[in-house]
Structure formats: structure tokens, C-alpha cells
């Protein structure tokens, strides 16, 4: 009988070793299965920051380029603009620079009629006087030369005590020239000549207009 006895504690004492190595084993599984759980919740947690991190970088360059390219098409289409801008200005320019030479050359052609020359005549050749010598030659168109008094050349001729004469002119179509004889120096007082005085004139004017006008636009 105490054999069987014996036999029966041994097995006893085995199943109770056996259950606290299984417990170890449970208890240490729970534990490692802890720690592999925490890791990887770190290991998760730190991935996660990592993308966060690196979207909201990313979010940052793309939002810099994309407010890059907003500057850098407002600079384009603002220098567009203004290029347009300019463009209309240069264009408006010319137009109303042609439109005013015209206007002039008409005004200054129609003003210089043979009344006008008989005019001017006299005055242009007494300042000329003063500091020429030498006779005078009135260069006209061939219509005025035509329709101008005759008798103006010699009363010109014994005022300034030197010879005045009356002569057509085909290169001419308003206005005079005055030429000295033997000499190839000539003063251009003809319509075109003086239209172009004044059309420079009226065009700085026009210019610093358009000018100030511009930049009140920017």
C-alpha cells in the first residue's frame, strides 16, 4: 500500500510543478506579448508622428509653391497689364500725333495765303537784313507768285536798300524760302517746314500729357 502512496505524491507534486511552469509560461507569455504590444504601439505611435510629420511638410512646400506660382502669375499678369497699358498709350499716341500733324500742315497751308505772304514778307526780310548782305530771293509757290502784288518786290527793294525779287518755287506749295544771291543758303519758311516746328512742339506737349496720364494708371 505504501508504495501506491508514494506514486501518488510524486504525481501530485509533478502536476503542481507542471501548473506553475504553465502559469510561468501564461504569465511571461503576457508579459512578452505585453511588451511586444507596447513596442509596437511605440513603434506605431512613432510612424505615425513621422507621417504626420513629414505630410505637414510636404503640406508646407506645396502650399509655398503653390503660393510661388500665384505671385508668380499675378507678377505676369500685372506686368501684362501694364505692357498692354503702355502698348494702348503708344498707340493712342501715334494716333492723335498723326491726327494733329495733319491739322496742322491744313491750318498753317490754308493761314499762308498770298495776304498772309505779303505780310511776313517784309518782316522776315528786314530781320534777315541785318545781319546778310547781298540781294534777296523770295521763293514762292507757283499760284501765290501769280496772285501777289507786283509792285511788293520794289517797295521791299528801296526799304532795305538791296535787291528784292519774286521768283516761283514748284518745290514748294505754302508758304516762301528766302534765298541770297550766289549763295546756297536758303531759310525755309514754307507751310511744311513750319508745321513740322510746331507739330514738335505740340508732341513734347503730348508726350509729357500721355506721359503724366500713364503714370497715374500705376
Known sequence: MFPKHRLNAEGIKMEIQLQELLERIHSEGIENAKQQAEEIIQKA??????????????????QSEALKRIDAMEAASRESLLQASRDTMIALRQSVQRFL??????????????????????????????????????LLPPEQFEKI??????????????????????????????????????????????????????????????KEA????D
Open 45 to 62: 505611435h512613432s510612424e505615425a508622428a513621422e507621417i504626420v510629420a513629414r505630410a505637414r511638410r510636404d503640406a508646407e512646400e506645396m
Open 101 to 138: 500733324d495733319s491739322a496742322i500742315r491744313a491750318d498753317v497751308k490754308k493761314a499762308f495765303d498770298e495776304k498772309m505772304a505779303a505780310q511776313v514778307i517784309p518782316e522776315v526780310l528786314k530781320i534777315l537784313s541785318s545781319g546778310q548782305s547781298g540781294d534777296f530771293e523770295v
Open 149 to 210: 502784288d507786283s509792285s511788293l518786290s520794289a517797295r521791299l527793294a528801296k526799304e532795305l536798300s538791296r535787291g528784292v525779287s519774286f521768283k516761283p518755287y514748284d518745290a514748294i506749295d505754302a508758304g516762301f524760302r528766302v534765298a541770297l544771291s550766289g549763295s546756297s543758303v536758303q531759310y525755309d519758311f514754307s507751310a511744311e517746314s513750319i508745321a513740322q516746328m510746331l507739330s514738335v512742339r505740340v508732341n513734347k506737349l503730348l508726350s509729357q500729357y500721355l
Open 214 to 217: 500713364a503714370g497715374s494708371l
